[in-house]
């Protein structure tokens, strides 16, 4: 009896924890998504206050359904797929918007990526009222269509030209002729803008739909950047664009008013110095009056300039200047009746709101203290308060607040440790808010705007009871001063049975470029199981954020600025010492991997850090930043004529004979942003220096290095080069 007890006690526990430690795959994480977390993409708050809109599946077909916002009682289906054809096929919805007075819904389908924010598709719309749908043109497909004020017309960009369509007429008119591939492009942005200022479509309607202002962009002097596409075929496909490279000519630009009454064009003036930037233009709510920012060729100087619609005539009403770098951002907001603009500014060492008068006279500082505002999500004339996230609780956490216009009161409109994010409604009444912490996945409400809790719209509880089957270890937040006395705050996550009398190997990770974040108390949606992965391989894995990076002012973000890869390699490699001397880790087994700015920083350990790191993975790295382009280098470094050292002193290129330990250099060959070339050029210095690495190309693949089996196959080449190698 007591036999048979202690064997059913054995198998019991033996059974449990097979089920508590359950084993992660690669093709788990990446081939079928076994982790992937929900969102509530498909809710769409109304302006009116009192509605909202969701997508609901039901007998085998979509619904954009309509609900009170109070008590989530169904309404009304606006429209169901099924009745709504194109081609003989139901049209997609899952992606639709709203005109700005929802009489109009817009979809797109047959969607093709061009680069990072930009695409052209067939755009449809669809009149709530008359319950019809029809597309928008049938002159080929369309980019960035956006309909008017009132309503009535949709503006679009298709051949580099800026067209508009009059919804009840059913015409299309062209509003500029001169476009053209690699030379003129008409309201859409040259590649560089749209990587490094944030944005693609670069044209406005007023407030009345009167006007639509434009930036033009003559790329004809801009070199050009090109790349074979292999697609089975005798000779190669060849990608050319233009691509403006550190110290390179740029586009100049042009802003343009288009006047709908007149048809005529009218030439905003912006002074005689050409090699400029124009980052942001958007509309004052006086429909004659474009606000324009303009940035000089360092970014160290941004003007926001007042055009008169009519003549073109401009004022500057603010100048941000900086003997460091100006950022930009898309915070201006505008007062009701003219009473002036919010704006951001680093001016006081963090970032913080201020509210001027239309004059560019400072009226207050709204927010104030030793954290930055991350994110600004707007202003409500009729209670007069602001809402914005911010770093008041660590530059590792991201809480959301309220605030009114003077600053004197503010409401917390978080209430628990980690990372809330909001997206508001038309009005701000209502945001629909996404909380998550590092070991916590994302879970999304509605709330109106005081912070009240109407709706849970997703919780993830699915994923939350699948964690349960698998033996997770935890996301343990530390800091450690640097030798400089810098304080640096990191992550750890140790393997799974963490056994503290043994010692571990580590796998370092880091992204570390210029105002960047990665360690967040935060979900991180793919590399949490990643990471997990290793941590059930028998790897800890550690993630520290050196200087340079964000949420800790102005004078910590900047402390890298003309020497980029320096102070941050330092931190990198103090972070592996401090690491290295804790008592279960064998500081002889530690490697990094990093992407992108992280795949810069890999390079950079794997030669200059050489004594301390064993192997490192680079993924699609700089390797010098005259290779980069002239926007975002130019940012941090200047152009190579005024920094020499910069761009040479901190270059892996220079440093290969270095090289001690394993090298796995990993790069897309379609890569349009970090191109191919980094790794061609680093990969020839390492064969004249007889190092030996390892080299896995992706054929036609881009910055993301996706599609298909692509990551399953990427992520498994670095788990046996870690397995081998660590």
């Not at 509605?51 to 599946?57: A, F, N, Q």
């Amino acid at each position: 009896m007591i036999l048979r007890l202690i064997i059913v006690v054995f198998l019991t526990t033996f059974l449990g924890n097979m089920f508590a430690q359950k084993n992660i795959s690669v093709e788990d994480i990446f081939t079928f998504r076994k982790f992937s977390s929900k969102s509530a993409s498909g809710f769409k708050a109304l302006k009116n206050g009192m509605h909202y809109t969701d997508i609901v599946s039901e007998n085998g077909s979509n619904q954009i359904v309509k609900y009170d916002l109070k008590t989530g009682k169904k309404l009304a289906i606006v429209l169901d797929n099924k009745s709504l054809k194109v081609a003989g096929n139901p049209i997609d919805i899952s992606d639709y918007s709203f005109s700005p007075d929802e009489s109009k819904i817009v979809f797109k389908i047959n969607v093709e990526e061009i680069y990072r924010r930009s695409s052209k598709a067939e755009y449809f719309i669809y009149d709530i009222y008359k319950g019809t749908l029809s597309a928008l043109s049938n002159n080929g497909k369309q980019m960035f269509a956006a309909v008017s004020p009132l309503g009535n017309k949709v503006a679009f960009v298709r051949d580099n030209n800026l067209f508009m369509k009059d919804l009840d007429s059913n015409q299309e008119s062209q509003i500029t002729l001169d476009g053209k591939n690699n030379e003129i492009k008409n309201g859409w942005a040259d590649w560089v803008y749209e990587e490094e200022f944030s944005k693609a479509d670069y044209f406005d309607w007023n407030a009345d739909g009167s006007k639509l202002a434009f930036v033009r962009f003559d790329e004809r002097k801009v070199k050009e950047y090109s790349f074979d596409v292999y697609n089975n075929n005798l000779y190669p496909d060849k990608v050319t664009f233009k691509y403006p490279k550190a110290g390179e000519d740029n586009s100049l630009v042009s802003v343009h008013i288009y006047d709908l009454k007149t048809a005529k064009i009218v030439n905003v003036e912006l002074g005689t110095e050409l090699d400029i930037y124009i980052p942001r233009i958007k509309w004052t709510t006086d429909p004659n009056c474009l606000s324009v920012q303009r940035m000089n060729r360092l970014q160290n100087k941004l003007e926001l300039f007042y055009a008169n619609a009519s003549t073109g005539d401009t004022k500057v009403i603010l100048t941000e200047e900086s003997k460091t770098y100006v950022d930009v951002s898309d915070d201006l907001v505008f007062l009701p009746n003219g009473k002036g603009f919010i704006w951001t500014s680093e001016k006081d060492n963090f970032n913080h709101l201020y509210v001027y008068d239309n004059n560019g006279i400072l009226v207050n500082q709204i927010t104030k203290g030793a954290w930055d505002v991350i994110a600004f999500y707007g202003y409500d004339p009729q209670t007069n308060r602001l809402y914005y996230q911010s770093t008041e609780q660590g530059p590792i956490n991201r809480v959301i607040y309220s605030i009114s216009l003077n600053g004197k009161t503010k409401n917390s409109l978080s209430s628990l440790s980690g990372t809330t994010d909001a997206e508001f409604s038309n009005g701000l009444k209502y945001y629909v808010s996404t909380f998550s912490n590092a070991n916590t996945p994302p879970v999304y409400e509605l709330h109106s705007a005081d912070g009240k809790l109407i709706k849970v719209l997703e919780n993830n509880a699915d994923l939350n009871l699948q964690m349960k089957n698998y033996s997770l270890s935890k996301k343990e937040f530390f800091s450690f001063k640097n030798s400089d006395g810098v304080e640096l705050n990191g992550w750890m996550m140790k393997p799974r049975d963490f056994d503290a009398s043994k010692k571990y190997p580590v796998y370092m990770y880091a992204y570390n470029g210029p105002g960047s974040n990665k360690c967040n108390n935060a979900w991180d949606r793919t590399d949490f199981w990643w990471h997990s992965l290793l941590n059930q391989e028998g790897y800890m894995v550690v993630c520290v954020d050196g200087r340079g990076t964000l949420g800790r002012g102005r004078e910590f973000k900047h402390s890298t600025y003309l020497q980029l890869g320096k102070l941050e390699v330092q931190d990198q490699i103090e972070a592996n010492q401090y690491i290295g001397n804790l008592s279960f880790v064998d500081k002889t087994r530690i490697g990094f991997m990093g992407w992108s700015y992280g795949g810069y920083m890999a390079s950079l350990l794997i030669s200059k850090g050489a004594d301390y790191f064993k192997a490192a993975i680079a993924v699609a790295p700089v390797t010098n930043w005259k290779f980069y382009d002239n926007i975002y280098t130019e940012r941090f470094l200047r152009k190579p004529s005024d920094n020499k050292s910069g761009y040479e002193d901190n270059s892996p290129i220079n440093f290969t004979k270095k090289i001690k330990g394993k090298f796995l250099l990993i790069h897309g060959s379609g890569d349009d942003n970090v191109h191919f070339q980094n790794s061609m050029e680093l990969s020839r210095e390492l064969v004249k220096n007889n190092i030996p690495f390892d080299f896995m190309t992706y054929p036609n693949k881009n910055h993301g290095i996706s599609g298909g089996l692509t990551r399953t196959h990427l992520y498994n080449k670095m788990l046996t080069f870690i397995k081998v190698n660590l």
